[in-house]
Every structure is written in structure tokens, then in C-alpha cells.
């Protein structure tokens, strides 16, 4: 049976929601329902006959070719895309944060001491 008469293979109300599925590629043709549980089985073998499919980097040539004259110009220019003088206001933004943290635990700490202060003198 052609899968084009067998409805949209997408459609769970075409299988009965079983998890049926069809496709067909230009190397292998699946006209029989595929099962959910042999997916993975099926894609094993399919890649296994695409090696073309897998990567390698790109050829030897193409890395020959490439201008690198000019990398250190660009990350030099990266490493100046913020301002120095921003970078200096966060420092000293971070600076001061943490100074406000000390003063804020060294209060959190005084007013712990007052609470036990105040039960000790009821």
C-alpha cells in the first residue's frame, strides 16, 4: 500500500494512536509502519549507510586557505568593546556592594544581640 494512501502519518488518529509512523528517503523507502519501539534501531541503521553524513571539520584546504592576518587586530579590538571607564564604575560599584554587605550582616548580628538582650532583661 502506497503511504500516501495511508493519510498524514503525523495524524496519531491515522494509527490509532499507536505510535505508527512512515517516511521515505531517496536511499531507503519505509512503506510499513514503523513501530515506536524500533526508531531507534531503524536510525542506527540508516546513519550507518550515510557515512557522508558525519562530519569531519572542514577539508584540509579550507584551513590552508583562511586569512588569520588579521585575528590579533580583531581580539585586540574585542577586548576594548567596554570602556575602561565603565569598567572602573563596576569595580567601584562591587567595592561598595560589599562594603554594604558587611554593614548589613554586622547589623543583622546587632539587632540578634538586642532581641537576646531584651529576653534576658524581661
Not at 16 to 40: H, K, S, W
Amino acid at each position: 500500500q502506497d503511504a500516501s494512501e495511508e493519510g498524514d502519518p503525523a495524524d496519531p488518529s491515522e494509527d490509532g494512536g499507536m505510535g505508527v509512523c512512515l517516511f521515505r528517503t531517496d536511499e531507503l523507502r519505509y512503506d510499513a509502519p514503523i513501530q515506536v519501539d524500533n526508531i531507534l534501531k531503524i536510525l542506527r541503521e540508516f546513519l550507518q549507510h550515510f557515512d557522508k553524513l558525519r562530519d569531519d571539520g572542514p577539508p584540509k584546504e579550507i584551513l590552508d586557505i583562511r586569512d588569520n592576518s588579521k585575528d590579533a587586530e580583531y581580539w585586540e579590538a574585542m577586548s576594548r568593546v567596554i570602556p575602561e571607564r565603565t569598567l572602573k564604575l563596576w569595580d567601584a560599584l562591587g567595592a561598595a556592594l560589599l562594603e554594604y554587605h558587611k554593614v548589613l550582616t554586622r547589623r543583622a548580628e546587632l539587632l540578634s544581640e538586642a532581641t537576646t538582650l531584651q529576653k534576658q532583661n524581661s
